[in-house]
C-alpha cells in the first residue's frame, strides 16, 4: 500500500499475526540503494508474532520518483510521518547499514515513536578521511559505477552462504535507480551527515540514544573501520543494549544467516524491559 508521506508516495507493507493481539511493532528499514525486498527472510518470521511494516524509503523500490533530500533525517522524518499515519508507535526499528543511521536519527530526534532500536551492520563510525574519499568519488560523474564498486567491495565470503546471488541481485537494483538520487543517497552519508557516520561526532550523536540497542556487526566491517563490538557497546547506554559480531559474513549478515539472525533478533525483542 502507499501514503502520502512528506508530499511524496511511500509505499509499504503492513503484515502481523491474525486473530491474536501482536506482540511489539517491528519496522525494518532498508539500506542505500536497496528496497524493503531485503528483508523477505525476516517479515514472516517476525510476522508470525509481531506486527511487521516494511516501507520503501523515498528513492527507493517502489517509492521512486520522490522529491526533496535524501538525507538520514529526510527518511527519519517519512518514517516518522508513517508511524504516526498507521497508528504504529512506539516501534522495533530493525535497519541495515545506512538504514540502521536512520533509525537512530528515529531513536534521538523522535523519541516517543521508538522502543527500541537494532542495528545491523552499520554505516557508524567512519574515519573521517575515509568518508572525504567516498563523498569525493560520488560527486563524479558516474554515481552508479561508484556505487556498484562500493557494493562489490562489501561481498561476503562464507563458503555455501549463496552470497554470490546476493550480490548480483543487490548491483542489477542499483543499475536501476536514478543516478541522481544514487548520489545524494551516498553524499547525504559521507558529506552532509557526518555528524551521523564519522568519530568522533557520530559517538555523541549515538550516546544521545535513551532506549535499548542491539547491534550485529559483521566482524569484517568492523575491522575495516577500525572499531570492534566494544564501540557499539559505549556508544549505546541502556542497560538493556547488546553487541554481537559474527564472523564470516559479509554486509547482508542477515541474508547470509537468516535463521540464525531471526532467532536472535526475536529472542532480544522478547526480553525486552517494560
Known amino acids: 500500500m502507499t501514503y502520502t508521506v512528506n508530499n511524496n508516495c511511500l509505499f509499504h507493507t503492513d503484515e502481523g499475526p491474525s486473530g491474536a493481539t501482536p506482540g511489539e511493532t517491528v519496522l525494518f528499514v532498508h539500506g542505500a540503494t536497496c528496497d524493503s ?54 516501534v522495533v526499528v530493525i535497519g541495515h547499514s545506512m538504514g540502521a543511521v536512520v533509525a537512530s536519527v528515529l531513536a534521538v530526534e523522535h523519541p516517543e515513536l521508538v522502543r527500541a532500536v537494532v542495528a545491523v551492520d552499520h554505516s557508524h563510525g567512519f574515519e573521517a578521511g575515509f568518508a572525504a574519499q567516498i563523498a569525493a568519488a560520488f560527486a563524479t560523474p558516474d554515481p552508479i559505477g561508484v556505487a556498484t564498486a562500493v557494493l562489490g567491495g562489501l561481498e561476503g ?26 548520489r545524494e543517497v551516498f553524499l547525504g552519508l559521507f558529506e552532509k551527515g557526518t555528524d551521523l557516520t564519522v568519530r ?46 559474527l564472523d564470516e559474513v559479509g554486509h547482508w549478515l542477515f541474508q547470509e544467516r537468516p535463521e540464525e539472525f531471526n532467532a536472535l533478533v526475536l529472542g532480544w525483542i522478547d526480553g525486552l524491559p517494560d
Open 37 to 90: 525486498d531485503d528483508w523477505a527472510a525476516q517479515i514472516p518470521a517476525f510476522a508470525a508474532r509481531h506486527r511487521v511494516l516494511a516501507p520503501d524509503l523515498r528513492g527507493h523500490g517502489r517509492s521512486m520518483g520522490a522529491s526533496g533530500g535524501f538525507h538520514p533525517r529526510d527518511f527519519a522524518a517519512d518514517l516518522a510521518q508513517l508511524i504516526e499515519t498507521v497508528d504504529a508507535g512506539p
Open 157 to 182: 565470503t562464507t563458503a555455501g552462504s549463496g552470497y554470490e546471488s546476493i550480490a548480483v541481485r543487490h548491483r542489477r537494483r542499483v543499475l536501476g535507480m536514478h543516478p541522481e538520487t544514487v
Open 200 to 245: 568522533p561526532h557520530a559517538e555523541a550523536y549515538l550516546e544521545r540514544r535513551d532506549c535499548p540497542v542491539l547491534t550485529v556487526s559483521a566482524g569484517a566491517s568492523l575491522q575495516a573501520k577500525g572499531l570492534d563490538g566494544d564501540w557499539d557497546a559505549a556508544v549505546s547506554p541502556h542497560p538493556y543494549s547488546a553487541s554481537l559480531v
